[in-house]
């Protein structure tokens, strides 16, 4: 894998087993079996000394550099600046949290390194617009930056909101759009929905006759392009 620019020309020659998209300034890239981050030019910034990496993420990434190892939050020098017992995850800072795995609960720390939300839950996504989708009891909700439940725990999945609304998949296995309230905006009527970008989603349905269609709906859940599928 390497890297081209809008034009199509290859300006990071192919050379990466894994490449990422460059996320503030860096990209995380995977080159004679480590990862490591370069810049735009095609330097290494951090060498090649990972296991497991993140991209970077309001100034810090995680990575271990073996299997089974702690996680550790580098800084974009490669300076380790949160160092504790975390299990490794994919995940990365949003709204200054980031969720953290210990002992098979899911909590949440600061730029600090702090716990500010205890380990307690089943699944943690990230914030958005103050609000974290977490599951507890096998059923899914979101809470606020103080850990408490804003929108109950009552999906059977939910989505990081976007734009203000969220995909969540309702007990009776479809999926639809909430706000920040808990208000279902569309029908939980989609087979497949996706986040909201430039007022837009994508989603998939079946009618009653078992006929598929896709399309993108606005975000009163109006079609704005809608085609069957074969």
């Known amino acids: 894998m390497g ?3 809008k034009l199509g020309n290859i300006v990071i020659p192919i050379q990466y087993k894994y490449a990422e998209e460059f ?14 981050y370069i810049n735009t030019k095609g330097e290494f910034v951090i060498s090649p000394q990972y296991e497991k990496a993140t991209r970077f993420s309001e100034g810090l ?3 271990s550099t073996m299997y089974g190892n702690p996680v550790e939050y580098i800084d974009r020098t490669g300076q380790t600046i949160i160092q504790d017992a975390f299990e490794f995850t994919s995940q990365y800072y949003q709204e200054g949290l980031a969720p953290i795995s210990l002992d098979g609960k899911w ?3 600061n730029a600090n390194g702090e716990k500010v939300i205890a380990p307690k839950y089943q699944s ?9 989708a977490v599951s507890l009891d096998g059923k899914y909700g979101y809470i606020d930056e103080s850990g408490e439940f804003v929108i ?5 999945w939910a989505n990081t909101f976007s734009e203000g609304l969220a995909v969540v998949q309702t007990m009776n296995g479809k999926r639809g759009y909430i706000d920040q309230t808990g208000k279902l905006i569309t029908e939980d009527k989609y087979t497949l929905a996706f986040p909201f970008t430039n007022g837009l989603a994508l989603v998939q349905e079946k009618d009653a006759d078992g006929y598929t269609f896709e399309g993108y ?10 085609v069957r599928l074969k």
């Open 3 to 5: 890297y081209i620019d």
């Open 23 to 36: 996320s503030e300034g860096l990209a995380l890239v995977e080159y004679e079996g480590k990862r490591g």
């Open 61 to 63: 990434a995680a990575v």
């Open 107 to 109: 909590g949440y720390i």
């Open 124 to 132: 943690a996504g990230h914030f958005s617009g103050g609000l974290a």
């Open 152 to 156: 109950s725990a009552q999906y059977k």
């Open 217 to 226: 709906i606005d975000q009163n859940g109006t079609y704005v392009y809608r």
